[in-house]
C-alpha cells in the first residue's frame, strides 16, 4: 500500500498517473500530504492536467503503485474523486512535492470536508477491506428481519 512507502519514495512518484478503481486515469500526481502529527503520508494531491482544472484530494490509505510505469491505483471512482475537495494556495499541512517538502498545509475545514466526502468520518460509504482483504467500495451491512403476517404492517 502507498501509505507504507518513505517519503523518498513518494518524491519519485510526483507526476506519475492516476487511475481510478476501473483502472481509467484520473490525472497526475500534484503533491503528497501529510499528517502533522505522525508525518506519515494521508492525502494524495491529484491534477488532471487541464489547465485551470481544480486539484483535488484522494486518500491514500488503499492506494497501490501497479505496473512499470508505477500508476498510481485509488480505490474510489473518477466521479467521487472529480467531486472531491479541492486545495488551493490558501491552504495551508505539510507535503512533499518534487525535490524537498515544503511548510504548506491543509487546512482544517478542507481536511474535514475531504473526509466526509470520501466517508472517512462516518457518515458515508467508504472503502473498507472485504472478507477476502481485498478493498470494497459500498460495503453495507444489512440487516434483515422477520416479518410476520398480522403482526407487521
Known amino acids: 500500500m502507498l501509505e507504507e512507502h518513505s517519503i523518498e519514495e513518494l518524491r519519485g512518484l510526483v507526476g506519475h498517473e ?9 490525472g497526475y500526481v500534484d503533491l503528497f500530504f ?7 503520508p ?14 483535488v484530494l484522494v486518500p491514500i490509505a ?3 503503485v501497479e505496473g512499470v510505469e508505477q500508476a498510481i491505483r485509488v480505490p474510489w471512482d473518477a466521479a467521487t474523486i472529480e467531486r ?10 505539510h507535503l512533499v512535492g518534487g525535490a524537498h517538502e515544503h511548510p504548506f498545509h491543509i487546512s482544517e475545514e478542507t481536511e474535514r470536508v475531504a473526509r466526509k466526502h470520501y466517508g472517512l468520518d462516518g457518515t ?13 467500495v459500498g460495503y453495507v451491512a444489512v440487516v434483515v ?3 410476520r403476517p398480522g403482526r407487521d404492517a
Open 18 to 26: 492516476v487511475h481510478d478503481s476501473d483502472g481509467v486515469r484520473v
Open 34 to 40: 501529510l499528517d502533522d502529527d505522525t508525518r506519515r
Open 42 to 55: 494521508e492525502w494524495i494531491g491529484v491534477w488532471n492536467g487541464t489547465w485551470r482544472a481544480p486539484h
Open 62 to 64: 488503499g492506494a497501490t
Open 84 to 93: 472531491a475537495s479541492v486545495y488551493d494556495d490558501v491552504d495551508t499541512r
Open 124 to 136: 458515508a460509504v467508504a472503502p473498507v477491506e472485504g472478507p477476502s482483504g481485498d478493498l470494497v
Open 145 to 147: 428481519t422477520e416479518r
